[in-house]
């Protein structure tokens, strides 16, 4: 029987829906430890299992998966998007040079585009997860209490107009870009470094996962402790907004709690990204060795 080939319009499709695909799968997975990511970065005081366990004592364990559908919201767009587009950088470098492996500064490159255009694609989602999550760490008369991120969004615009969508989009994008240069970079360096020390492919996928997910968080979590700042701030009493900008968000923090507050939360935090890239570059290979049978 001849060898189905899938069509054109798949191939070009597939590393944009296999890279949501990856993503959607992790978030779930890894939705509880983004909880209390954020919980801790907003102020929440204690352990992570400790703020995991008063978030359940106060509202219930279902409360760990609050904003979910946001989160699989966000990577059905941001995740298709940074990880299709990362693909198609590479694939055209790659073939530009020669079919050799490219240099770990092209991927650097690589890793920034798509996570730039990546995050612009995905703030929408990104911010109403963030508000989601943070809505009951605040004094009642100060909540939003959404009741679904249909509801969330609409209001958002109601609110805010459609650019209220897009707060806090620049330290989303530089986020991004830090987090991607740091993971696909890393992930396919170390990927081919193992397998040129004779690593078999599984181990050599395996590791180059768990080596992307120290570097991604060690490079983007300043960027994300910034961003989650800027994205659940309130208005004064006076009317006026905490922070003007990024640089201002980033000078007040810098200024008034010191540099070391930029990594509040670094073990949750890695151990919320960690996975999620190990997770995420994981089905990223499985995937497309589960659609071979199928002729996809």
């Given at each position: 029987m001849p060898e189905h080939?899938?069509?054109?319009?798949?191939?070009?499709?597939k590393p944009f829906v296999n890279g949501g695909l990856s993503g959607m799968l992790a978030t779930t997975i890894?939705?509880?430890i983004d909880m209390i990511k954020v919980r801790i970065q907003i102020g929440d005081k204690g352990g992570p299992f400790a703020v995991g366990a008063n978030i359940i004592k106060k509202d219930g364990f279902l409360a760990l998966y609050k904003g979910l559908d946001a989160g699989l919201l966000r990577q059905a767009t941001y995740t298709t998007a940074r990880l299709g587009i990362f693909n198609n950088i590479s694939v055209a470098l790659k073939e530009y040079n020669g079919g050799k492996n490219i240099p770990l500064w092209q991927k650097a490159v690589a890793g920034l585009a798509a996570g730039g255009l990546g995050a612009l694609v995905g703030n929408p989602a990104d911010l109403t997860?963030?508000?989601?999550?943070?809505?009951s760490s605040l004094p009642p008369e100060q909540r939003r209490n959404y009741k679904s991120i249909a509801d969330a969004f609409t209001r958002i615009v109601r609110e805010d107009g459609v650019g209220g969508l897009f707060r806090g989009a620049m330290p989303t994008a530089t986020r991004a870009m830090a987090l991607n240069m740091g993971m696909l970079a890393s992930n396919d360096q170390a990927k081919e470094t193992l397998e040129s020390f004779g690593f078999g492919k599984q181990a050599s996928t395996l590791g180059g996962a768990f080596i992307a997910g120290f570097f991604a968080s060690a490079c983007s979590l300043p960027f994300d402790f910034v961003k989650t700042r800027m994205q659940k701030m309130q208005p004064n009493p006076d009317g006026t907004l905490?922070?003007?900008?990024?640089?201002?968000c980033a000078g007040k923090i810098l200024a008034n709690e010191g540099p070391l507050a930029f990594y509040t939360g670094f073990p949750t935090y890695i151990?919320?990204?960690g996975p999620h890239v190990v997770f995420t570059l994981m089905f990223v290979?499985?995937?497309?060795?589960?659609?071979?049978?199928?002729g996809l």
């Open positions: 080939k899938p069509n054109a319009a798949w191939l070009a499709a890894i939705q509880p997860l963030i508000r989601m999550q943070a809505d905490p922070y003007k900008s990024t640089l201002d151990a919320r990204i290979d499985l995937l497309p060795k589960l659609q071979k049978p199928y």
